[in-house]
């Protein structure tokens, strides 16, 4: 097999590895909306990071005595004290990102931001991620930012009702998330070419929940009743947004150019108005339709060569 083929078959995979996180996070956005008539934002962040770290530990510890077994060479070095600490830096650096992020779009949900509305103000990270990746010296090609208009002009097609839009209080929570998952993309860029992904994701929650964690103590007064109420909704966002898609998110971005990555993690706010309308029975309307066509001839449109890093 070519040098060509091969890397475009990589290329491929490593897309539909973020299209499949796309979709579960697509069908996040309800959850979070749910869970937050019963917690808090750092309830709700402290334990769905909690339970993405749990959930991934005892998949890092087979991975490692597999590889103690298989690739000795490998297994000590990631054993070496330089490889634990650019693992932990990465981990304290996506987690921070990651705590910030989630927090700021539960509280968006807190003062009554529509999910449609979140999921377009979320997704502007697909505008973010490239005009600071231009601060780092990266630039993008024309077909590139050609892409990010036309998906920025699906996601207002998909999200955004006929009367217009209205700026509250909560969006601009919603706002300053999107801008700390931009960061959260960009780091996670740099530090998965060198460490494993898997460790990584885990590391990113175990830091991220301690912060939310103290955040919670000082802020939030939980009950028990309530996080009961809340559990259903934050097992969904523990094990399947956190601890599976967002390693997914790792894994997938791996050699890929950030800011096509942005656009095909953006296609969450597509299929969270699929996921209404198959599962829940909401209307899908003409405009919606048109929106999530204009999103996914974009991501097709960053695929193309001429593109890549």
Request: net charge neutral.
């Amino acid at each position: 097999m070519s040098s060509s083929s091969s890397d475009t078959l990589f290329q491929l995979r490593q897309s539909a590895i973020l299209l499949l996180t796309a979709m579960i996070w697509g069908a996040t956005f309800v959850a979070q909306s749910l869970g937050m008539d019963s917690v808090g934002p750092f309830t709700f962040t402290t334990t769905r990071m909690l339970l993405g770290a749990f959930f991934l530990l005892p998949i890092v510890l087979l991975r490692r005595k597999r590889l103690a077994a298989e690739k000795p060479a490998e297994a000590a070095r990631r054993s070496a004290p330089q490889y634990r600490r650019t693992l932990l830096m990465g981990g304290i650096l996506c987690g921070l990102c990651l705590f910030g992020g989630e927090s700021l779009q539960q509280f968006g949900f807190v003062h009554d931001t529509e999910v449609g509305k979140s999921g377009f103000i979320t997704a502007l990270y697909i505008v973010f991620v490239p005009i600071i990746s231009l601060f780092l010296g990266r630039r993008g090609s024309p077909l590139l930012w050609a892409a990010v208009a036309l998906s920025l002009v699906g996601l207002w097609f998909l999200c955004i009702p006929p009367e217009g839009f209205t700026i509250a209080a909560g969006d601009l929570f919603v706002l300053a998330c999107a801008v700390v998952f931009s960061l959260h993309i960009l780091v996670i860029g740099r530090y998965v070419l060198l460490v494993d992904a898997v460790e990584l994701s885990m590391m990113q929650f175990f830091c991220g929940s301690i912060l939310a964690f103290f955040a919670m103590l000082a802020l939030e007064s939980p009950t028990w009743i309530g996080w009961q109420t809340a559990l259903p909704a934050m097992l969904w966002a523990g094990i399947m947004s956190n601890g599976i898609a967002y390693t997914l998110q790792i894994v997938g971005q791996r050699g890929m150019n950030d800011t096509t990555s942005s656009l095909i993690l953006s296609l969450e706010s597509v299929f969270s108005v699929i996921s209404g309308w198959l599962i829940l029975n909401e209307v899908l309307s003409m405009r919606e339709g048109l929106g999530c066509v204009l999103m996914a001839a974009a991501v097709v449109l960053a695929q193309l060569p001429g593109n890549k890093r």
